[in-house]
């Protein structure tokens, strides 16, 4: 930050300058980060908002074969309905950069189910019903890597444009203030200098 006490001296003024340099290339570097985090954040987003509409497209239909499986077992029938194995899968990620900030593109993928125990509480409409929730666990874990790549570069973004702001209207402004008193006192001290030098010669 530019001292408003500094002594105006030509080396100071010469320092101050190119302090001021460093400072606007970093202003610079910053506000060009900030457009590419913005059009990351738009990217992440439509990725995000079409997993959202497969999720909710397949969620409605996972309803749609519940009212079925209730229809044809009711609601206490249903919940005495034989718990399915435990699900097992794995996910995978794969991590990416953008400007330093880490993101992960996420691909789960569950196990083939067991095959249902036959009891006679079996039906087509509860096994539809159940197959179908299972199958949203996949959509429900890119969503939520989606989210967290979201909240990510919303962090990084809003860190760099305050950063930016700092240096725009904050740093940058003083130095100048400073660098033109400066360049005055300079100047000043310069024409008092010319005129000892003219009575000198007197």
Same mark, same amino acid.
């Given at each position: 930050?530019? !001292?408003? !006490?500094?002594?105006?001296?030509?080396?100071?003024?010469?320092? *101050?300058? !190119?302090?001021?340099?460093?400072?606007? =290339?970093?202003? #610079?570097?910053?506000?060009?980060?900030?457009? %590419?985090? /913005?059009?990351?954040?738009?990217?992440?987003?439509? +990725?995000? =908002?079409? /997993?959202l509409t497969a999720f909710s497209r397949d969620y409605q239909d996972a309803v749609?074969?519940?009212?079925?499986?209730? /229809?044809? #077992?009711?609601? =206490?029938?249903? +919940?005495?309905?034989?718990? &399915?194995?435990?699900?097992?899968?794995?996910? #995978? *990620?794969?991590?990416?950069?953008?400007?330093?900030?880490?993101?992960? !593109?996420?691909?789960?993928?569950?196990? @083939?189910?067991?095959?249902?125990?036959?009891?006679?509480?079996?039906?087509?409409?509860?096994? #539809?019903?159940? &197959?179908?929730?299972?199958?949203?666990? @996949?959509?429900?874990?890119?969503?939520? /890597?989606?989210?967290?790549?979201?909240? +990510?570069?919303? &962090?990084?973004?809003?860190?760099?444009?305050?950063?930016?702001?700092? *240096?725009?209207?904050?740093?940058?402004? $003083?130095?100048d203030d400073t660098l033109r008193r400066l360049e005055g006192a300079l100047e000043?001290? $310069?024409? =008092?200098?010319?005129?000892?030098?003219? +009575? %000198?010669?007197?």
């Amino acid at each position: 930050m530019a !001292d408003p !006490d500094v002594t105006p001296t030509q080396s100071a003024f010469l320092a *101050l300058k !190119d302090e001021r340099q460093g400072m606007q =290339e970093g202003y #610079h570097f910053l506000d060009e980060k900030r457009y %590419i985090l /913005a059009a990351e954040c738009l990217a992440e987003l439509a +990725r995000y =908002e079409a /997993a959202l509409t497969a999720f909710s497209r397949d969620y409605q239909d996972a309803v749609s074969a519940l009212r079925e499986a209730v /229809a044809r #077992h009711g609601v =206490e029938g249903l +919940r005495l309905y034989p718990a &399915a194995a435990a699900i097992a899968g794995a996910l #995978h *990620l794969q991590p990416r950069s953008v400007l330093g900030v880490t993101l992960y !593109d996420l691909n789960c993928a569950l196990d @083939p189910p067991e095959p249902p125990a036959e009891t006679p509480l079996a039906s087509p409409e509860a096994r #539809h019903c159940r &197959a179908l929730f299972r199958a949203l666990l @996949p959509r429900a874990a890119a969503l939520a /890597a989606a989210a967290a790549n979201l909240e +990510r570069l919303r &962090a990084d973004y809003a860190r760099t444009a305050r950063r930016a702001r700092a *240096l725009e209207e904050v740093l940058l402004p $003083e130095i100048d203030d400073t660098l033109r008193r400066l360049e005055g006192a300079l100047e000043e001290l $310069e024409r =008092e200098e010319s005129v000892r030098a003219r +009575r %000198i010669g007197q």
